[in-house]
């Protein structure tokens, strides 16, 4: 009769536990992926552009005219 009882409560704690072991596991996987984005720029993996890029596409777009272009393509080389 006793051991009856235990049975059932047992059981029931062994559930909570096995929410428990749920949680923090998927706490501990948060963490891990939290980390890893943020060591990886946090989703910004987008490569700068350099200085002679920009000034080509400003060139490309007709912002500068090509004496500038020329001169400021000099001053970045």
């Known amino acids: 009769m006793q051991s009856g009882m235990m049975d059932g409560y047992g059981s029931g704690m062994m559930g909570y536990g096995i929410l428990w072991?749920?949680?923090w596991i998927l706490v501990i996987i948060g963490l891990v992926?939290?980390?890893r984005y943020l060591w990886q720029g946090g989703g910004a993996r987008r490569e700068e552009e350099s200085a002679l890029e920009i000034l080509k596409k400003k060139y490309a777009r007709g912002e500068i005219s090509k004496e500038e272009f020329e001169e400021k393509k000099k001053d970045l080389l």
């Open 21 to 23: 072991l749920l949680f």
């Open 33 to 35: 992926l939290l980390i």
